[in-house]
């Protein structure tokens, strides 16, 4: 199946040009696609690694910012040598 995770934030009094945004992720199972501001930012083929992505250029200072994970869960099974894709 196809999951969508979003998070909505606010980066008040922030100066891109100081700083580096990285958005950070422990893992995500699995075939995820990452958004900011619905741009794609890129795509995790795996699941179970942590992995991080530069943001920066992608923020916009105090306004509301959004970043959308799309995760898509592909299910194999070795019993009848099928692969299904749940998507």
Known sequence: GVAWYRKTF?????VPTKNRV???FDGV???SEVYV???FIGLRPYG???F???ITDKIVPNEKNVIAVRSVLVFYTL???KIYDMT
Request: charge should be neutral; charged fraction near 25%; aromatic fraction near 22%.
């Open 10 to 14: 606010t980066m008040k009094d922030y």
């Open 22 to 24: 990285y958005v950070r």
């Open 29 to 31: 199972y699995m075939n």
């Open 37 to 39: 501001n619905n741009e």
């Open 48 to 50: 179970y690694t942590t």
């Open 52 to 54: 991080s992505y530069d």
């Open 79 to 81: 019993s009848n040598k």
